[in-house]
């Protein structure tokens, strides 16, 4: 079974590490991307999910037509600070997923880091933390590995991390930012060029 990688905007961006010197983070599968993809790969009826052990094991089932029978991958999940049982159930169920190769090419991230200018550091305790959102405003896959990547401070409205080479068809033909690969097929279907918003393509001349 063959499962497409994922999109940037399935992918969340969380802060790992912080020190003085700024901070890493780390790419995970937002919350609705396996069963979508799930979904959108083998039908909504070809695949199911139960859990054991109070939820924190998964299995993933999907439906085998040639052998007509029930393929199962089973995985365990760990405690999430915020809401228990829900955590619990989610993780479980994101890493089943993964060991259907559902968002395996997470793994191959590059170390994400982000330096001080670009992060706003607040003291906590003997270290630093920060409030900060970050998000993945592009990221290519190519033979399930990660090759190019943008990251985004959402809080400082900026690009603050940058990997590989973000291909020139989805970039903003006007302010040169990266685009998200549906917004960028959309933009040139309706414009024949790529705009990242409204107010680029009204800066271009266009309506
Ligand atoms: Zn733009």
């Known amino acids: 079974m063959k499962f497409r990688f994922l999109t940037a905007e399935e992918v969340d961006c969380r802060v790992s590490t912080v020190s003085e010197k700024g901070c890493s983070l780390l790419l995970y599968k937002d919350a609705r991307c396996d069963q979508i993809i799930l979904d959108e790969t083998v039908g909504p009826m070809n695949w199911q999910r ?14 085998d037509k040639e052998k007509n029978q029930w393929v199962s991958k089973e995985d365990t999940g760990t ?8 955590g619990l159930a989610s ?17 191959t991230a590059p170390f994400i880091w982000v330096k001080a200018g670009d992060v706003q550091l607040k003291p906590k305790g003997n270290g630093f933390t920060t409030y900060d959102r970050f998000e993945c405003t592009y990221m290519r896959v190519e033979n399930g590995k990660i090759v190019a990547l943008n990251i985004e401070n ?10 590989g080479n973000i291909m020139p068809d989805d970039i903003c033909s006007v302010c040169g ?10 933009s040139r279907a309706a414009n024949g060029v790529v705009f990242c918003s409204g107010t680029c393509k009204k800066a271009a001349g266009g309506a």
């Not at 930012?177 to 959309?186: R, T």
Request: proline share 2%; charged share 35%; net charge positive.
């Open 50 to 63: 139960s859990h054991t052990r109070e939820n924190a094991n998964c299995i993933v089932s999907l439906w």
């Open 79 to 86: 405690e999430s600070f915020t809401e228990k049982e829900k």
């Open 177 to 186: 930012k990266p685009v998200k690969k549906e917004i960028a097929d959309k």
């Open 154 to 163: 959402k809080t400082l409205h900026r690009t603050v991390y940058v990997f």
């Open 91 to 107: 993780d479980s169920f994101k890493r089943a997923c993964f060991n259907w190769g559902i968002g395996r090419e997470l793994y």
